[in-house]
T-cell receptor, first 114, second 114 residues
C-alpha cells in the first residue's frame, strides 16, 4: 500500500478485556516496529520484527502484551486483561531494512480502557 | 541507557520568528539522530536526520547539526510559518540486534500565531 495502515483507529474497551491491534506495513518492508505514545511516558519502543521473528521484545511492559507477524507482512499486537494504564496511542512503523533506514509511521490506534 | 532530552514546551511564536528547539542526548557508541514531526491529526513523519558527527540534516527550511562534542542536535528554522504548528520529537537510533530502535524525547508542542 501507499503507507503504513493501522486498525482500528480508535478502540474503547472495558478493563479486563483483551484487545487486538493490527498493522499493515508498507509493501516490501522487512522491518516492523511497535511503539506506544502515552501522556505520562511519551513515545516508547515496544517490539521490533525482522521478517517474522522478533529479535527485540525489550520494550513490552508486561507479559500481558504480545505480538506476532505472519508472512513477513501484517502484525498484530495483543493486550490481554487490559488495564487503565494501557490507555495510549499505539503506533506501528516499518522500514525497508533494519539499520539506518527511515521508519515510516502509521496513524496509530487510540486505545481507551475504561 | 540511551536517552534524549528536549526543550519543554509549549512554545508559542509569531509568524516569521526564528525557532530553536533544543535537544541533547546520552548514548553509547555513535547513534543516528532524527527530528520527527506530528502535525495535528496526522501520524509521525520524519523531518530530518543526521547519521554522523558534524552532519547537517535539513528539510522544509529546518536544520539541525549533529554535535558530538556537546551531544546536541538542536532544531532551527529562520522564519516559521503558521503551517509549522505541530509537535516535534527529537530521537536517536539505538542499534541492537540489527534494529534501529528509536529513543524519543518527550516532544515539544509548537504553535505559530499569524
Amino acid at each position: 500500500g501507499a503507507g503504513v495502515s493501522q486498525s482500528p483507529s480508535n478502540k474503547v474497551t472495558e478493563k479486563g478485556k483483551d484487545v487486538e491491534l493490527r498493522c499493515d506495513p508498507i509493501s516490501g518492508h522487512t522491518a516492523l516496529y511497535w511503539y506506544r505514545q502515552s501522556l505520562g511516558q511519551g513515545l516508547e519502543f515496544l517490539i521490533y520484527f525482522q521478517g517474522n521473528s522478533a529479535p527485540d521484545k525489550s520494550g513490552l511492559p508486561s507479559d500481558r502484551f504480545s505480538a506476532e507477524r505472519t508472512g513477513g507482512s501484517v502484525s498484530t499486537l495483543t493486550i490481554q486483561r487490559t488495564q487503565q494504564e494501557d490507555s495510549a496511542v499505539y503506533l506501528c512503523a516499518s522500514s525497508s531494512l533494519a539499520g539506518t533506514e527511515t521508519q515510516y509511521f502509521g496513524p496509530g490506534t487510540r486505545l481507551l480502557v475504561l | 541507557g540511551n536517552s534524549v532530552t528536549q526543550m519543554e514546551g509549549p512554545v508559542t511564536l509569531s509568524e516569521e520568528a526564528f525557532l530553536t528547539i533544543n535537544c541533547t542526548y546520552t548514548a553509547t557508541g555513535y547513534p543516528s539522530l532524527f527530528w520527527y514531526v506530528q502535525y495535528p491529526g496526522e501520524g509521525l513523519q520524519l523531518l530530518l536526520k543526521a547519521t554522523k558527527a558534524d552532519d547537517k540534516g535539513s528539510n522544509k527550511g529546518f536544520e539541525a547539526t549533529y554535535r558530538k562534542e556537546t551531544t546536541s542536535f538542536h532544531l532551527e528554522k529562520g522564519s516559521v510559518q503558521v503551517s509549522d504548528s505541530a509537535v516535534y520529537f527529537c530521537a536517536l537510533s539505538d542499534h541492537k540486534a540489527g534494529a534501529q530502535k528509536l529513543v524519543f524525547g518527550q516532544g515539544t508542542r509548537l504553535t505559530i500565531n499569524p
